[in-house]
């Protein structure tokens, strides 16, 4: 894989990347997607050098080539447009993949990073992710990490997704959950309006009590009180 990275940081020619390289990519993305070194690339392609998607030694060793006779194109521009090239289909495959890449820690975290850095409208991610919310998949680890994760990202869009297509009544349920109550708490630091405090209200109407007992729970209710 670091071998298609320098591919990716040197070759001035987009064009013939994407028709050799990422157009190869984008058609074995399942197989991609389960492979350690597969993740890492498509990370390097979507986010780039963020030291929190690319280790720094791998970034420096990649420094070096930077400095090589050939390449003459500004480094961002030949950047964005290999990101252009790839990222709609990996958008895509989040979308339709959502429930097997929650399954694992190391698949989910693609989520995330395709969520902050693939640009354009990731909006059907978060659809097709709130659709694979219930009481149980809150409990999930790799479910509870990426809304953390994203909620930090888009905190305010996916927090009125959130509320506006899914009831009062089901967002209630999550609290009974340590982690779904962590959730529903972050979304309610994140959104404003009608639709929060409709919530609010119906979580004040049915009381800490009804709720399973949890930390989750207890610092919901602690922040309803302020």
Not at 84 to 100: F, H, I, L
Not at 158 to 172: A, F, H, P, R, W
Not at 175 to 200: M, P, Q
Request: include cysteine; charge should be negative; charged fraction near 25%.
């Amino acid at each position: 894989y670091l071998v298609l990275c320098a591919v990716f940081d040197t070759i001035d020619d987009t064009v013939m990347v994407r028709k050799m390289v990422l157009n190869e990519i984008q058609s074995e993305l399942d197989g991609i997607v389960m492979s350690v070194s597969g993740r890492k690339l498509l990370k390097y392609l979507i986010a780039g050098r963020e030291s929190s998607q690319t280790h720094s030694q791998v970034i420096e060793s990649l420094k070096v080539g930077e400095d090589n006779a050939i390449s003459k194109k500004d480094p961002e521009v030949r950047r964005q447009e290999i990101l252009k090239s790839v990222s709609p289909a990996v958008v895509q495959y989040c979308v339709e993949n959502v429930e097997s890449l929650l399954l694992d820690n190391s698949t989910a975290s693609l989520i995330p990073m395709v969520v902050e850095h693939a640009g354009g409208e990731v909006s059907e991610i978060l659809t097709a992710l709130i659709s694979y919310l219930n009481t149980e998949t809150m409990e999930s680890y790799p479910v509870h990490f990426t809304l953390k994760k994203i909620l930090k990202i888009e905190g305010n869009k996916l927090g009125e997704m959130m509320i506006g297509q899914v009831d009062n009544e089901t967002l209630c349920g999550w609290v009974n959950s340590n982690r779904g109550a962590w959730t529903v708490l972050r979304v309610l630091e994140c959104v404003e309006g009608e639709g929060r405090e409709g919530l609010v209200a119906a979580l004040k109407n049915a009381g800490v009590d009804s709720f399973t007992e949890s930390a989750g729970r207890d610092a919901l209710f602690e922040f309803l009180d302020k």
